[in-house]
């Protein structure tokens, strides 16, 4: 549960440093490698999708792969909050990261995941109405549904992160300022503050955690019967991300490496499997390869 310190000896803490995952330090130049590769290969992999839906007018019209390229989107943005911070704690230098830096790292954390969150439940829902019900599916989603759907979900994803972040580091922080974690979320930051952090846990476990494992239930019951990709995609992304926010007040050393699968593995995996798997992508593929991408 919470806690509380005595901050009266204590100096304001003006910035964080960020402990980064643990591993053997003959293995950091490796590592180091891997995750470079890694977000170089995302960024690319997201990016011709993304770019395949726009230059596309046959996929651009449909509802599944304008959630597609906004899920694509979403994936670069979070993997660049993430992981390049991610392969600094493994380079010679110091890992301080400003306050004010972190406050940034962790709402636009909140904000973008707690949005692939709500995407990834549009794209079940989606499925199972083009599966279940395809005579109906033209009217119950289109094209300006889809959109406000998906504005709505970056407004929630944005009221999310605000409300986190605000919750947060409205906390004063002094004296220790080593965060055991590879970036600033909630959990490692809040074992910090120097005040009462028992609030903060609730609504961390209500906000996250049950949200988070109440998508994940409803996006099972309509992916089981329609979309077995989207079901590997989503098991990789919530399991994990459930397992650390339900359980928030505590502490395990598996939370680093747990982690690494929803904020890294995930924006990697989606390109491929979402391509690989999608005849009319790789056919959209083809057709802009070979000039023809407009007919």
Known sequence: MGKTKN????????????????????????LFLVFFVIYILTQLGNLLILLTVWADPKLRARPMYILLGVLSFLDMWLSSVIVPRLILDFAPSIKAIPFGGCVAQLYFFHF???????????????????ICQPLRYPVLMNGRLCTVLVAGAWVAGSMHGSIQATLTFRLPYCGHNQVDYFICDIPAVLRLACADTTVNELVTFVDI?????????????????????????VRVYYVPCIFIYLRAGSKSPLDGAVAVFYTVVTPLLNPLIYT????????????????????
């Open 7 to 30: 901050t009266s000896l204590d100096a304001v803490v003006t910035d964080f440093i960020l402990l980064g995952l643990s591993h053997p330090p003959n293995l950091r130049s490796l």
């Open 112 to 130: 973008l995941g707690s949005t692939q969150c709500f995407l990834y439940t549009l794209m079940a829902y989606d499925r199972y109405l083009a």
């Open 209 to 233: 955690g049950v949200v988070a494992a109440s998508c994940f239930m409803l996006i099972l019951r309509r992916a089981f019967s329609t979309c077995g990709s989207h079901l590997i995609v």
């Open 276 to 295: 690989l798997r999608n005849q009319e992508v790789k056919s959209a593929l083809k057709r802009i390869t070979a000039g023809r991408g407009t007919e």
